[in-house]
């Protein structure tokens, strides 16, 4: 059974930093592309960031780019999102995708919605 675990959230002031890191279990983890979205109050879930199997592609929403970066290690089974130069419009829920299929690439993994196995989110919230 697939099981994506995220941590790393907090309060933070805008024009600060934080990483997130899910860690992934019930499968060999290199093989999979691995994504994070994001939903803040009363809004739809929405894409940030997405990491090919091998970490050798990402893909990120124009609204986080240059600010964020997606990395995976596989050796540890757990993908990061580093975050810096927040905003307070980065306040969310954020949470860690996987998808079923092998080998899927990371705009696969932005255009098509993420992956089947979410975890549970991480609370970020930036204080202006």
């Known amino acids: 059974q697939v099981q994506l675990v995220e941590s790393g959230g907090g309060l933070v002031q805008a024009g600060g930093s934080l990483r997130l890191s899910c860690a992934a279990s019930?499968?060999?983890?290199?093989?999979?592309?691995m994504g994070w979205f994001r939903q803040a109050p009363g809004k739809e879930r929405e894409f940030v960031a997405a990491?090919?199997?091998?970490?050798?592609?990402?893909y990120y929403a124009d609204s986080v780019k240059g600010r964020f970066t997606i990395s995976r290690e596989n050796a540890k089974n757990t993908v990061y999102l580093q975050m810096n130069s927040l905003k307070p419009e980065d306040t969310a829920v954020y949470y860690c995708?996987?998808?079923?299929?092998?080998?899927?690439?990371?705009?696969?993994?932005?255009?098509?919605?993420?992956?089947?196995?979410w975890g549970q989110g991480t609370q970020v919230t930036v204080s202006s």
């Open positions: 019930g499968r060999t983890f290199s093989r999979y592309a």
């Open positions: 990491i090919s199997w091998s970490g050798g592609s990402t």
């Open positions: 995708t996987a998808p079923q299929r092998q080998y899927t690439t990371a705009q696969t993994m932005g255009v098509g919605g993420g992956g089947e196995y």
